[in-house]
Nanobody, 128 residues
Framework: VQLQASGGGLVQTGGSLRLSCAAS????????IGWFRQAPGKEREGVSC????????YYTDSVRGRFTISHDNVKNTVYLQMNSLKPEDTAVYYC??????????????????????WGQGTQVTVSS
């Protein structure tokens, strides 16, 4: 399993960014892909997850309605579209993958330690 995250940067409050996670080396339908973030001095938290089998999604409360996770079948890339960004969204963002069947995506996304494969982080900084 290989994951490569990209797309971070510096943006003003209210702006948008799109993160990309290029995936290879595994059958997407058998996995869940998650986006996680870690701010300085804080624990890594689940932001959003996508089930490869049925394309169900989960968002943590703080980003629901502002962020959208999606998958491009042709490019085998998972995107995190982030709109209406706030300074509290500032963090290093990571994508990760784990074998997954169904029906517990919300719980899975709450435990980053369950994800065995990680891409490198990409820094997102939102200025006020």
């Amino acid at each position: 399993v290989q994951l490569q995250a990209s797309g971070g940067g510096l943006v003003q409050t209210g702006g948008s960014l799109r993160l990309s996670c290029a995936a290879s080396g595994f059958t997407f339908d058998d996995y869940a892909i998650g986006w996680f973030r870690q701010a300085p001095g804080k624990e890594r938290e689940g932001v959003s997850c996508l089930s490869g089998s049925d394309r169900t999604t989960y968002y943590t409360d703080s980003v629901r309605g502002r962020f959208t996770i999606s998958h491009d079948n042709v490019k085998n890339t998972v995107y995190l579209q982030m709109n209406s960004l706030k300074p509290e969204d500032t963090a290093v963002y990571y994508c990760a993958a784990v074998l997954y069947d169904s029906n517990w995506l919300e719980s899975l996304c709450s435990f980053p330690t369950l994800f065995g494969s990680w891409g490198q982080g990409t820094q997102v900084t939102v200025s006020s």
